[in-house]
């Protein structure tokens, strides 16, 4: 890819891996039962408990099916870092992005989760979504530049691993991993407030 060594590469590709990880150890084994819990009637049950619904149905299930790729991303990273010579503090650095990326990640999929209470069968939905993150497996640099604008803007891909591993080579600018943060603190407030408006057109099973 123009700009990117292969070693470069495998950054980006590594930390792709680790929010894969991430999402089959967190995300899918909790979001993807939001639509069952709609589906049965037993969201009740959630929302009459005393704790944050949202927390309880983002943090209620762990997968171990997830690890290899934690793993398996963790590996990646470390050797192609190892093999670019990245200084220790560039370790600390990406982790910022990073986080910025998993928080993007989750409120991403958490509000898809929530549109099951109007368009009960979403799981199409969530496929197309995994389909377009797979494009940050490379950097952005290999795509077109319509494509470029489109997974950053419109489906903010770049930030979940391009800007990450930028910071973590030594050449990530302020400005887009504090684009990352607001971009990350945005969509956690703005799935909070879409999960309330949600719950309002909730319909009991109960009732």
Do not use: C, H
């Not at 039962?33 to 005393?50: H, M, Y």
């Not at 990646?76 to 910022?96: E, P």
């Not at 377009?132 to 930030?159: D, N």
Request: glycine content about 8%; charged content about 10%; proline content about 4%.
């Amino acid at each position: 890819f123009s700009g990117w060594k292969w070693e470069e590469a495998l950054v980006v590709l590594g930390i792709f891996t680790i929010l894969q990880g991430f999402s089959s150890t967190f995300l899918a084994p909790n979001l993807s039962r939001i639509v069952d819990r709609v589906q049965q009637g037993t969201l009740d049950f959630v929302l009459l408990k005393p704790i944050s619904s949202q927390f309880w149905l983002s943090a209620n299930t762990v997968s171990p099916w997830g690890m290899p790729d934690l793993i398996l991303g963790t590996v990646l990273l470390l050797y192609a870092a190892n093999k670019l010579g990245v200084a220790i503090g560039n370790y600390f650095l990406t982790a910022i992005p990073l986080l910025f990326g998993t928080i993007t990640l989750y409120s991403i999929w958490f509000m898809l989760g929530a549109t099951s209470i109007w368009f009960v069968k979403i799981y199409n939905v969530t496929e197309v979504l995994e389909g377009l993150l797979e494009a940050g497996r490379f950097p952005m640099a290999a795509y077109p530049a319509a494509y470029r604008f489109f997974f950053t803007f419109v489906v903010p891909v770049a930030f979940l691993t391009t800007v990450p591993a930028e910071a973590m080579l030594g050449r990530g600018e302020i400005v887009w991993i504090a684009g990352a943060g607001i971009l990350a603190i945005g969509l956690l407030f703005f799935s909070r407030y879409f999960w309330q408006f949600a719950l309002r057109f909730y319909t009991s099973a109960s009732s």
